[in-house]
């Protein structure tokens, strides 16, 4: 065959092709006469060989051969790529990285003159591969692979895109920093000056403005904006005469992209009204992902909550200078009201610190809550779609391990967003009877593993101990905890040990433990703690670690637990003689809960029962449906409850309604309540990712908090239908 010419020769003629996937089959068909390679036929025996390993791996690689940097790479790899592929299979990697190639050809040459490797963590890189550029990051591992000679033949790139971590990671970080910082601002023009510039430093616009409505939403004024580079124009801003029709886009509650690609909008609504519209302007035509939406969906909401609860402590300052005011002539008129006046400021210099306080927590617990919020709603799916993969594996036990990791690692996100929760206050805990060696055996893998290989963890707890009173996930938390603790005290390795024993009333134990209780002592033998830092480290948001290492929330967390499950929690620690942190927990007369099993068929819908599921969001509400098919149930869905009603008066009929409660024109419970109206017997079950509903909210109907498992749903279905009377009166709420 001549050199260039294309048969489709079968798959025995170049056997190193055997099992490469689309890739193989593709090098197998493509006309190579172009390339600098030459025909597969003709490659050396080692790029033969290496490409026969590169093809089947289920890791993205890409192999640059050749002084031209020829790219050649594996099915995985193709995906990461964009539009990119399939024209930059054979082609010389300057042809289509071009865009990156003054970053890209340093590290590729750098690698094939030396032989060293090089490898990088969350590495930035701009790419072109679809209709917009992005800068995407990945963890990547490049190498040079030799011919049988000894020269160079090329570099081997291993990658990992993290792009969406890197994101999720900024994001989360910027909101937290955020805020910590708003509270201690008290005028609403420092915290508007410094929003809009931590905005602008963030996202690298030009000019970032906050404009407020003047009482119409067609008239919006801009008191002050941030610029770079730009020019400053405050005034009025009127929608009507701006880039796009923004009234009517944005009055649906999301960020607005500028009809010149160079600017976006994001309002603060309140109810259908617009309070404030958040303005970011760049330099050139600049696409704004969904994670930078989010991030300034958030920070709108937050910004503006910040502004109006200054202005009314503003407001409140002056009503205090006018009380000042008069009491000064009171005390000219009448000297003998000099105590009481003296009593009255102080009462209100009092009440004005109390508020500030309050205002700080406040902000906190929202910011916490909407964060636990917004995670919450990601898990759902996650956790319901991965569960049922894992029921019906159709791959190899490797993928079933990787999707028993990928369950466990979403279950511990919903543990640490129960953790947020519990901080801001809006987590009731649930106590039960647990057996404390059996919790620190089940984690002792897990302690391991955050610990590392160079601490050890030894254990000494009587099996027979008495069970204790506790909420087994938070105290799985505090545990893991301060076990991180002391993993952190210890840099250059160690020992952790974990004890427990029981008394009752001992002289030695702090003031608040009384009764009989079980204490369980986590020690290491790292560098201590000061005086200073063991006095502030039960004080929210105090850490000794590094930014972004610690939030300073895990101990203040600990101890809230410890006291409301009726123990104590107590830290001595001297410099270079380690920490011991003790915890006491109240003895329980009860039996073991079992934890909840995995359902599969035990809990199944009886017969062919119809499920109304209504939900706004339709990534969660399409899990939440395959989860009830799974469980025997036929689903129909509904995107909001107009969509439901209509169905309803098409002639659906229903066995049980399934719904969320926090949705855009109408809540959950609202829309129940007016079903049970025309069918009283109605089984009713509300999913939620709000944490901080009362019982009059949810109108006493059954409730199953975001996110949940398929055994989860199954069981709060499964008692939902076993009350055989009649459902007239709704059923006393779960407020847990």
Sequence with gaps: MKSGQNNHPDQAKLPFLLGGGSIGSQIQTMDWSGSPLGAPQQWSLSLKTLMATILPAQAQIVLFWGPEYVALYNDAYSTTIGNKHPRALGRPAQENWTELWDDLEPLLSGVRNTGQTFSAKDRPFYLERSAHGETAYFDVSYSAVREIDGSVGGVLCVVSETTQKVQFERRQSFLLELGQALPELTEPEQIEAYAIERVGQQLGAVRVFLAESQGDDQQMRIARDWVNGAISRVGDLTCGESPVRLTEQLGRGFAVQGADAASVYVPVLRGSSID??????????????????????????????????????????????????????????????????????????????????????????????????DFNNMLTPIIASLELIRRRPEDTQRSVRLIDGALQAAERARILVGRLLSFARRQTLKPQTV?????????????????????????????????????????????????????????????????????????????????????????????????????????????????????????????????????????????????????????????????????????????????????????????????????????????????????????????????????????????????????????????????????????????????????????????LLALNSPLSEPPEASTG
């Excluded at 202005?311 to 008129?333: D, G, K």
């Excluded at 601490?455 to 707890?461: D, F, L, N």
């Design 276 to 373: 404030a519209i958040l303005g970011v302007e760049f330099a050139a035509p600049h696409f704004v992902d969904e994670d930078q939406c989010l991030l300034l969906e958030d920070t709108a909401k937050r910004v503006w909550q910040a502004i109006t609860h200054a202005r009314s402590e503003r407001a409140l300052r002056a009503s205090s200078a006018h009380l000042e005011a008069t009491f000064a002539e009171l005390l000219a008129l009448n000297e003998s009201l000099e105590e009481r006046v003296s009593a009255m400021l102080a009462e209100r210099e009092e009440a004005n610190r109390q508020l500030h306080e309050t205002g700080k927590m406040e902000m906190i617990g929202q910011l916490t809550g909407g964060i636990a919020h």
């Design 435 to 719: 057996c404390l060696a059996t919790l620190v055996n089940d984690m002792h893998e897990l302690m391991a593993r955050s610990l590392g290989p160079t601490i050890e963890v030894v254990v000494q707890i009587d099996p027979q101990l008495p069970n204790v009173l506790v909420d087994p996930h938070q105290l799985e938390l505090a545990l893991l905890n301060l076990v991180v603790n002391a993993r952190d005290a210890m840099a250059n390795g160690g020992r952790v040990y974990l004890a427990a024993g029981v008394g009752e009333d001992d002289p030695d134990w702090p003031e608040s433990v009384h009764g009989r209780q079980v204490w369980l002592q986590v020690r290491d033998s790292g560098c201590g703690m000061s005086e200073e830092v063991l006095e502030r480290c039960f004080e929210p948001f105090y850490s000794t670690k590094q930014v972004g290492k610690g939030s300073g929330l895990g101990l203040p967390m600990v101890q809230g637990l410890a006291a409301q499950s009726g123990g104590g929690f107590a830290i001595d620690s001297q410099p270079g003689q380690g920490t011991r942190a003790t915890l006491w927990l109240p003895v329980s007369r009860g039996q073991v809960c079992e934890p909840l099993a995995e359902v599969g068929d035990a809990i199944m819908a009886p017969g062919q029962m119809q499920v109304l599921l209504v939900d706004d969001e339709d990534i969660v509400r399409n899990a939440t449906a395959l989860q009830l098919r799974d469980l025997g149930y036929r689903v129909t869905e509904a995107a909001s409850p107009a969509q439901a009603r209509r169905m309803l008066a098409e002639g659906l009929a229903m066995d049980v309604l399934v719904t969320d409660q926090i949705m855009v024109d109408e809540t959950g419970a609202r829309f129940a309540q007016q079903l049970r109206q025309q069918q009283p017997q109605l089984p009713v079950l509300i999913i939620t990712g709000y944490a901080n509903l009362t019982p009059r909210e949810l109108n006493g109907f059954a409730v199953l908090r975001k996110p949940f498992r398929r055994a989860e749903l199954a069981e709060s279905l499964a008692q």
